[in-house]
């Protein structure tokens, strides 16, 4: 070693206090790795979840070649490429792509798995605001009836749409369109349309 220069070891632990305790400096990103590895677990598994209902809705109530057009969509596959996987002309894959959005923002996402959907896709009411910024919360609520008011403050009180419908002297079936105008409203405000 040559003389005058110092080596210095650096160590990835930092003493605390006198007592020799000892904390590792690496500690605190390994939990942060994992967490976000955990995080990113749960969100495929929640994706797939939202796939797997979403299409079993689509055989059911839709078409099964939706349900395949669904599947080849997420993918990748162009319009064009599902035209000719499906044998189908190009027309009635983009009408199936229409019918599709239709039935995934007006009747799934709103009406049969709204938690499920919101969750997936980080737009929950809980936990999101419905996923806009705190701006466009605003701005939303300032937008919205009185009683479309109080189903938002229920429903994210976690109150079930029947005890709202009850406890407010509407249906149910009230409540779930006031909610779905709701919905539909933040999706619009979120995307700037």
């Given at each position: ?7 210095r ?52 109530q ?6 395949e ?6 993918q ?26 239709y ?35 605003q ?27 009850k406890d ?6 009230q409540v779930?369109?006031?909610?779905s105008?709701?919905y ?10």
């Open positions: 070693m040559p003389e005058g220069d110092f080596i070891l650096v160590s990835e632990e930092v003493i605390l206090d006198e007592e020799d305790n000892a904390a590792s400096l690496l500690d605190a990103q390994a939990i942060a790795h994992h967490q976000d590895a955990q995080l990113w677990e749960e969100q495929q598994t929640l994706r797939q979840s939202v796939k797997t209902e979403f299409c079993n809705y689509l055989i059911e839709v078409d099964p070649i939706a349900a057009w669904l599947t080849l969509y997420l990748g596959y162009t319009q064009e490429m599902i035209s000719q996987t499906l044998n189908l002309p190009i027309k009635q894959v983009y009408r199936l792509r229409e019918k599709i959005s039935h995934a923002i007006r009747v799934f996402a709103t009406k049969n798995q709204p938690e499920l959907v919101a969750n997936w896709l980080e737009a929950s009411l809980q936990e999101h605001s419905l996923g806009m910024t705190p701006k466009q919360w701005h939303f609520l300032a937008d919205i009836t009185p009683v479309q008011r109080q189903i938002i403050d229920k429903i994210k009180a976690g109150i079930p749409i029947a005890a709202i419908a407010l002297d509407l249906k149910t079936d779930v369109g006031e909610w105008k709701l539909l409203a933040a999706q619009a405000l979120r995307s700037g349309s």
